[in-house]
C-alpha cells in the first residue's frame, strides 16, 4: 500500500505553543522511529517504538517532547512550549521489525516563530 | 561529538562521470553501515548498506568501499546521471545491528551535470 504519511506537512507556530505532528507508518510495520533533521544536518534520532510501547526514547531532548503510539500504528509527536531551536523537519520511519529496513516519510517542516 | 564524519559538503559531476563521498567513525562498536539519498521535500531513502565483514558491496552503478583498520567508509557512484543529484548521507549503528538507532553524517549534496 502507501508508504509512511506525515501530516501536517507544514507547520508554523509561535514560541511557547503546543503542537502535534501525526506519523501514519506502513501497514503492518510494528517497529516506528522518529528523528529530527535540522537545516543542514542528518537526521537525528529521537524515539523508537516497538508496539505500542517506547522501546528507547534515549534521543528526546528534554522533557518538553514526548510521543505516544497508543493502537501500535500511528503515532503522535507532542511538543510543549515549543521554542525557536524546535524548528526542524520531523521524520517518521517504519520498519516490519527493527532489524528491516526503515522507510522513511516526507517528514513534517515545524517553523516556530 | 560528531561520530559520523562526511565529506565533501557539496560535489559537482559532470553526467557519466565518478562520485565519490567519504565517511569517518570513531566509534568500533559500530557495526552497519547504510547510506541514503534524499530528494528534497521526501524523506531519506536507503541506498545500500554494508558490515565490516566484507570490504566492498556492489548494487549496480553503486559501490561501498569499506576500510575497517580506518574506520573509514566510501560511496562510489559510477556513470552519475542527472537523476542521482540529490543528498547523500552516510550513516552507522552500533554493534548488534539492532538497526534502529542509526547515526547520520551531515550529508552531501550532489550535483550531476548534464
Known amino acids: 500500500g502507501a508508504g509512511v504519511s506525515q501530516t501536517p506537512s507544514n507547520k508554523v507556530t509561535e514560541k511557547g505553543k503546543y503542537v502535534e505532528l501525526r506519523c501514519d507508518p506502513i501497514s503492518g510495520h510494528t517497529a516506528l522511529y522518529w528523528y529530527r533533521q535540522s537545516l543542514g544536518q542528518g537526521p537525528e534520532f529521537l524515539i523508537y517504538?516497538?508496539?505500542?510501547?517506547?522501546?528507547?526514547d534515549s534521543g528526546l531532548p528534554n522533557d518538553r517532547f514526548f510521543a505516544v503510539r497508543p493502537e501500535g500504528s500511528v503515532s503522535t509527536l507532542k511538543i510543549q512550549r515549543t521554542e525557536r531551536g524546535d524548528s526542524a523537519v520531523y521524520l517518521c520511519?517504519?520498519?516490519?521489525?527493527?532489524?528491516?529496513?526503515?522507510?522513511f516519510g516526507p517528514g513534517t517542516r515545524l517553523t516556530v516563530l | 561529538q560528531q561520530q559520523v564524519k562526511q565529506s565533501p559538503q557539496s560535489l559537482i559531476v559532470q553526467k557519466g562521470g565518478i562520485s565519490i563521498i567519504n565517511c569517518a567513525y570513531e566509534n568500533t562498536a559500530f557495526d552497519y553501515f547504510p547510506w541514503y539519498q534524499q530528494f528534497p521535500g521526501k524523506g531519506p531513502a536507503l541506498l545500500i548498506a554494508?558490515?565490516?565483514?566484507?570490504s566492498e558491496k556492489k548494487e549496480g552503478r553503486f559501490t561501498i568501499s569499506f576500510n575497517k583498520s580506518a574506520k573509514q567508509f566510501s560511496l562510489h557512484i559510477m556513470d552519475s546521471q542527472p537523476g542521482d543529484s540529490a543528498t547523500y548521507f552516510c550513516?552507522?549503528?552500533?554493534?548488534?545491528?539492532?538497526?534502529?538507532?542509526?547515526?547520520f553524517g551531515k550529508g552531501t549534496l550532489l550535483t550531476v551535470n548534464p
Open positions: 550513516a552507522a549503528d552500533l554493534s548488534g545491528g539492532s538497526n534502529y538507532k542509526l547515526t
Open positions: 554494508i558490515r565490516p565483514d566484507v
Open positions: 520511519a517504519s520498519s516490519l521489525s527493527p532489524n528491516n529496513e526503515q522507510f
Open positions: 517504538f516497538q508496539g505500542t510501547g517506547a522501546a528507547d
